[in-house]
């Protein structure tokens, strides 16, 4: 069953102190919602998050792993230090980690393959750059970005994959893709799916929309019926701005 999620990437910001500040507000802000309620703080926050979240409804998810199990990686984190702390999902893709850490599709694939086999989710983020769209070729390179990281996988690996699709143009800059635009990438993206898989498996997977959503368009973007859901910068440093968003569904 498709689901309706809204996942806050906090990126690197709030320490301990803000940690704690930013989840006493989103407590208080939860209510029943049709929509899962997911956070993602900073590595060092994560085991504190989670303690302080248990039955809030709201999920604390991680925003990046390494792909071996353990070893020689210094500064690395893996599935199953995750799993150990009660962290069962992961944002992998993220176009500032393929940005600022050269991550790839190949890289990628093998994370997505190290997380799947600790049975963890996974938050698959992909999207074009300006130059990209400008030049009208933004569904090759989605469709390349999915193909290479995922295509590898069985049918039902996708029961533990969401979708991501959040253009580099639009992420942190105010700039949004119009819903149509997002409309028209989420289509593309199931039609991609369903070519590989099957209509059932690319009707099943959540699509999230990601770049510059805000409580005042994320009720135009949610209407669309190939989007479910936000991963959220910016506003989700701000419990009523996250729950205006959140409750937009
Ligand atoms: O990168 C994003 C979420 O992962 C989007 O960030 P903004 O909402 O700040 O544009």
């Not at 930013?22 to 303690?51: C, D, F, G, R």
Request: negative net charge; hydrophobic residues 45%; glycine residues 8%.
């Amino acid at each position: 069953m498709r689901k309706q999620i809204v996942a806050g990437n906090w990126k690197m910001n709030n320490d301990l102190a803000q940690t704690e500040t930013l989840i006493s507000s989103l407590k208080a802000q939860v209510k029943t919602s049709n929509a899962e309620v997911m956070i993602a703080p900073t590595a060092t926050n994560l085991w504190h998050a989670y303690n302080s979240t248990k039955n809030a409804g709201i999920e604390v998810i991680a925003q990046n792993m390494h792909f071996a199990e353990n070893g020689a990686y210094t500064g690395e984190i893996s599935a199953a230090m995750l799993k150990s702390i009660g962290i069962n999902t992961v944002i992998l893709g993220h176009s500032e980690r393929r940005e600022y850490f050269n991550e790839t599709d190949e890289t990628l694939a093998k994370k997505v393959d190290a997380a799947l086999a600790k049975g963890m989710r996974i938050i698959f983020c992909f999207g074009e750059e300006l130059a990209d769209r400008k030049s009208g070729n933004e569904e090759n390179v989605v469709g390349d970005q999915i193909k290479k990281a995922l295509f590898h996988l069985s049918a039902a690996d996708f029961q533990n994959i969401v979708l991501a699709y959040e253009p580099v143009w639009a992420i942190g800059t105010g700039e949004t893709a119009t819903a149509e635009q997002a409309q028209d990438m989420h289509a593309f993206i199931r039609k991609t799916l369903a070519d590989k898989y099957g209509n059932d498996i690319a009707e099943d997977v959540s699509i999230l929309y990601g770049g510059s959503v805000k409580p005042a368009n994320a009720e135009e973007i949610f209407s669309k019926p190939d989007v479910d859901g936000g991963l959220i910068g910016g506003a989700a440093l701000n419990a009523e701005d996250f729950f205006g968003i959140v409750n937009a569904f």
